[in-house]
């Protein structure tokens, strides 16, 4: 990774950590992944060698310039879905200030809407939203992964009660294997079933 895309990562993250201390309103603060969780996303999707990247929940853009960073190495594409115009506009920011505006398009609009009207399959998909909409968003995620691709939710630890139907639903989904991955606020990690 480099310097420029290194450097707006540790501005994001101390703007974050500002955040969550200095009493700025949650609607307003970054609430990023932790900087565990974004190398973990970075490194699976190297791994997969994923071409066609979805994530559920831009916010600043911090995520998704791990996702991009990655994305760059293999010849990938990331698409997100950001419903706040505020957060999409500080997410195009961050990822300009990062060089990496040109392996992203961010689509407007409520993920419930978003989702189904984004054409093709993807290989990887990241789910990081409102945790009242994972639930409803967990088939119709599942149906645009194909088949051998990654699922992965953040926040299972975190918001364990929040997300504890969400969880026992994607375990038990017939297309899906899932193991929780406990680092810093759990990623709940699901490969869709080839067959």
């Known amino acids: 990774m480099d310097a420029q895309i290194e450097k707006v990562l540790r501005d994001l993250e101390e703007e974050d950590a500002r955040d969550r201390t200095d009493g700025t309103s949650r609607k307003l603060r970054l609430r990023a992944v932790t900087p565990e969780a974004g190398r973990f996303l970075h490194l699976i999707v190297k791994l997969t060698s994923a071409q066609r990247i979805l994530e559920a929940g831009t916010s600043s853009g911090y995520s998704t310039i791990w996702l991009a960073s990655a994305a760059r190495e293999t010849g990938a594409t990331v698409t997100t879905l950001e419903i706040d115009p505020a957060k999409i506009e500080r997410a195009r920011r961050s990822?300009?200030?990062?060089?990496?505006?040109?392996?992203?398009?961010?689509?407007?609009?409520?993920?419930?809407?978003?989702?189904?009207?984004?054409?093709?399959?993807?290989?990887?998909?990241?789910?990081?939203?409102?945790?009242?909409?994972?639930?409803?968003?967990?088939?119709?995620?599942?149906?645009?992964?194909?088949?051998?691709?990654?699922?992965?939710?953040?926040?299972?630890?975190?918001?364990?009660?929040?997300?504890?139907?969400?969880?026992?639903?994607?375990?038990?989904?017939?297309?899906?294997?899932?193991?929780?991955?406990?680092?810093?606020?759990?990623?709940?990690l699901c490969r869709k079933k080839t067959r």
Not at 122 to 137: A, Q, T, V
């Open 95 to 188: 990822l300009a200030a990062a060089g990496l505006d040109d392996v992203v398009t961010i689509v407007e609009g409520d993920a419930n809407e978003t989702v189904q009207s984004t054409p093709g399959s993807f290989d990887f998909i990241f789910l990081d939203i409102e945790k009242e909409l994972y639930d409803g968003l967990l088939n119709p995620l599942v149906e645009k992964l194909r088949p051998g691709g990654i699922l992965i939710a953040d926040n299972l630890l975190s918001h364990a009660e929040d997300l504890a139907t969400f969880r026992e639903h994607a375990e038990a989904h017939p297309e899906l294997e899932c193991q929780l991955i406990p680092i810093p606020k759990g990623e709940l």
